[in-house]
T-cell receptor, first 110, second 115 residues
Framework: GDSVTQMEGPVTLSEEAFLTINCTYTATGYPSLFWYVQYPGEGLQLLLKATKADDKGSNKGFEATYRKETTSFHLEKGSVQVSDSAVYFCALQGDDKIIFGKGTRLHILP | DTEVTQTPKHLVMGMTNKKSLKCEQHMGHRAMYWYKQKAKKPPELMFVYSYEKLSINESVPSRFSPECPNSSLLNLHLHALQPEDSALYLC??????????????FGNGTRLTVT
């Protein structure tokens, strides 16, 4: 069945550092891919999405490119802020329900 | 601000109580979802309603009973819960149940504690 694998956390970075959170997937067909973010005490928010190969999703300085050849959708940001501290979930939707990765907790130190 | 509103934010209930969680959205979405999230875990799907009809029940125990009175409202009725049911319960909606441009919109959840 479909699955999502993302890097284990927690990830701790200093403010203004470069961020990469790896996400790879297994799916039949051509799924849509998403990154969701969950801030403390809140629900999940859609951060960005890509619906087909080579699409780049972007929002709030974050980017991810749908790479079919490597089945990846890595999340990147050039300069993180303390306010980016949260849990990040990679997700895919194929023909069935949305599948979430286990989540990566990100801590940004001032 | 989230466009999916959940009440209450916190709920403490005994194992013999009956309570309900409520969810409301006014985005015109036709699919609504209940998820359960334990600490440091991803959300787990419980139920999906599509066009006000139950579409998916992920083998959830009968002590959880969903209800969709209309296209904007979703309830989760709780009865005789167990302490292990303590979790964050998230409601979500999407334009349609499945589709590449139909991401989930989540509420901020109800933090449930069963004593």
């Amino acid at each position: 069945g479909d699955s999502v694998t993302q890097m284990e956390g927690p990830v701790t970075l200093s403010e203004e550092a470069f961020l990469t959170i790896n996400c790879t997937y297994t799916a039949t067909g051509y799924p849509s891919l998403f990154w969701y973010v969950q801030y403390p005490g809140e629900g999940l928010q859609l951060l960005l999405k890509a619906t087909k190969a080579d699409d780049k999703g972007s929002n709030k300085g974050f980017e991810a490119t749908y790479r079919k050849e490597t089945t990846s959708f890595h999340l990147e940001k050039g300069s993180v802020q303390v306010s980016d501290s949260a849990v990040y979930f990679c997700a895919l939707q194929g023909d069935d329900k949305i599948i979430f990765g286990k989540g990566t907790r990100l801590h940004i130190l001032p | 601000d989230t466009e999916v509103t959940q009440t209450p934010k916190h709920l403490v209930m005994g194992m013999t109580n009956k309570k309900s969680l409520k969810c409301e959205q006014h985005m015109g979405h036709r699919a609504m979802y209940w998820y359960k999230q334990k600490a440091k875990k991803p959300p787990e799907l419980m139920f999906v309603y599509s066009y006000e009809k139950l579409s998916i029940n992920e083998s959830v125990p009968s002590r959880f009973s969903p209800e969709c009175p209309n296209s904007s409202l979703l309830n989760l009725h709780l009865h005789a819960l167990q302490p292990e049911d303590s979790a964050l319960y998230l409601c979500a909606s999407s334009q349609v149940e499945r589709g590449p441009n139909s991401p989930l919109h989540f509420g901020n959840g109800t933090r449930l504690t069963v004593t």
